[in-house]
């Protein structure tokens, strides 16, 4: 039995390295944050590496997915660390910012009817 699990799991990884490389390095290149520069770095090569070689080397694929998953899934899981952060520090934000318009509001409402009360008393 482990040795059909093994040969699915060889299968899946080693089939679409096998069938569509280029494919598979331009997906996994979307594991950089938008704004690194490896990102266009490695679609830069890609681009290179199939024109000079005239197809690309399963070899040097499996160097740069390995590259891509130590260096861009890190920084990819950080960047998106700090956008949860501001997003989570501006909700704070607004939440304060609103419990002071409706308090400062109820003071204003507080105001008004007193002044109204004063105004009817007489």
């Not at 799991?9 to 704004?35: D, Q, S, W």
């Not at 770095?41 to 499996?62: K, M, P, T, V, Y």
């Not at 920084?75 to 989570?88: F, G, N, P």
């Amino acid at each position: 039995m482990l040795g059909l699990s093994a040969g699915i799991v060889f299968l899946t990884v080693a089939l679409p390295i096998l069938i569509v490389p280029g494919r598979l390095l331009r997906a996994a290149v979307r594991l950089y944050p938008k704004e690194h520069p490896r990102r266009e770095e490695l679609l830069a090569d890609l681009g290179r590496f199939r024109s000079e070689h005239g197809r690309l080397d399963r070899q040097w694929i499996i160097e740069q997915l390995e590259l891509v998953l130590r260096e861009g899934f890190p920084e990819r899981v950080a960047s998106s660390r700090k956008i949860w952060r501001k997003r989570r520090t501006d909700r704070k934000e607004i939440a304060d910012h609103e419990e002071r318009i409706t308090a400062e509001t109820l003071g204003w409402a507080q105001a008004i009817v007193r002044e109204r009360a004063i105004l009817f008393r007489k």
